[in-house]
């Protein structure tokens, strides 16, 4: 993995991070609200849930490409 590697991935997240406020600023409003109103440990787990995932998938593709 190199420095452009790392820059493409950052640059990836923020395109993909910002397609829901760009599209529809209400429904990411209705979703922080509803983020608000779950417990800490819900949303750690989601978390956790998401990063166990994109490993997943991290590690997979790179070894598809090799």
Do not use: C, H
């Amino acid at each position: 993995m190199n420095w452009v590697d790392l820059g493409t991935g950052v640059a990836l997240v923020l395109v993909l991070e910002g397609v829901l406020p760009f599209l529809s600023p209400n429904l990411l409003k209705q979703t922080y609200s509803n983020i608000v109103s779950m417990s800490d440990q819900t949303i750690r787990f989601i978390g956790l849930g998401s990063m166990v995932i994109g490993l997943v998938l991290l590690t997979w593709l790179r070894s598809a490409s090799s």
